[in-house]
């Protein structure tokens, strides 16, 4: 599974921003999404997620309100919608995936994670 994150840029504080990961899997139904994000010097964290189903959407509390993720699996994409950005939002962010099933971690973990993308860079000026 190859998975491809685009859409990073640099904007302004207040501005917005929306990330795209395309998966190379025409089971992309089937796999649940999350992205997550490393600040310069920072350990990586997470941002938001989506189930395979899109019953249950997780977002980090920093990003609650601002962040908005979705998918369209019909373009085997899922997508991130940053507004009202801020300059500690600036950081590489990851898209991931895993493919549906029982899991002892939830979403929110790494750990969740089978297959991760390259990173796309955002930077957010104050």
């Known amino acids: 599974v190859q998975l491809q994150a685009f859409g990073g840029g640099l904007v302004q504080a207040g501005g917005s921003l929306r990330l795209s990961c395309a998966v190379s899997?025409?089971?992309?139904?089937?796999?649940?999404m999350g992205w997550f994000r490393q600040a310069p010097g920072k350990e990586r964290e997470f941002v938001a997620a989506i189930t395979w189903s899109s019953s249950s959407n997780y977002y980090a509390d920093s990003v609650k309100g601002r962040f908005t993720i979705s998918r369209d699996n019909a373009k085997n994409t899922v997508y991130l919608q940053m507004n009202s950005l801020k300059p500690e939002d600036t950081a590489v962010y990851y898209c991931a995936a895993r493919l549906y099933g029982d899991s002892i971690v939830l979403p929110t973990s790494q750990a969740y994670y089978d297959y991760w993308g390259q990173g796309t860079l955002v930077t957010v000026s104050s």
């Open positions: 899997r025409r089971t992309f139904s089937r796999y649940g």
